[in-house]
């Protein structure tokens, strides 16, 4: 079992950084992918950022050149870097990692851009 513990979300201005984080414990022996999604109110659950275990990473078109995702390894913990927040920005986000072909959700940390 794998459990994850996202932090970092808050209030921010347009223009303004924010840095998630996801702390993930349990049985871990290695994290095969891990990704951010985020899902605005009335919205379906749409990816942001991912990672996979070789380090290769992708992103939405939407926060590309923006948003960073990064991992720490010894603390089994991912991040995702926002710059330049925008307020379509503004939603739940979640991480998810896949740990032996089986994927973990966290519980989500609100993230709000205003003015």
């Known amino acids: 079992q794998v459990r994850l513990v996202e932090s970092g979300g808050g209030l921010v201005q347009p223009g303004g950084s924010l840095r998630l984080s996801c702390a993930a414990s349990?049985?871990?022996?290695?994290?095969?992918?891990m990704d951010w999604y985020r899902q605005a109110p009335g919205k379906q659950r749409e990816f942001v950022a991912g990672m996979i275990a070789k380090g290769i990473t992708n992103y939405a078109d939407s926060v590309k050149g923006r948003f960073t995702i990064s991992r720490d390894n010894a603390k089994n913990t991912i991040y995702l870097q926002m710059n330049n927040l925008k307020f379509e920005d503004t939603a739940a986000y979640y991480c998810?990692?896949?740990?032996?072909?089986?994927?973990?959700w966290g519980q989500g940390t609100q993230v709000t851009v205003s003015s």
């Open positions: 349990g049985s871990i022996p290695s994290i095969d992918v």
């Open positions: 998810r990692v896949v740990v032996a072909g089986v994927a973990y």
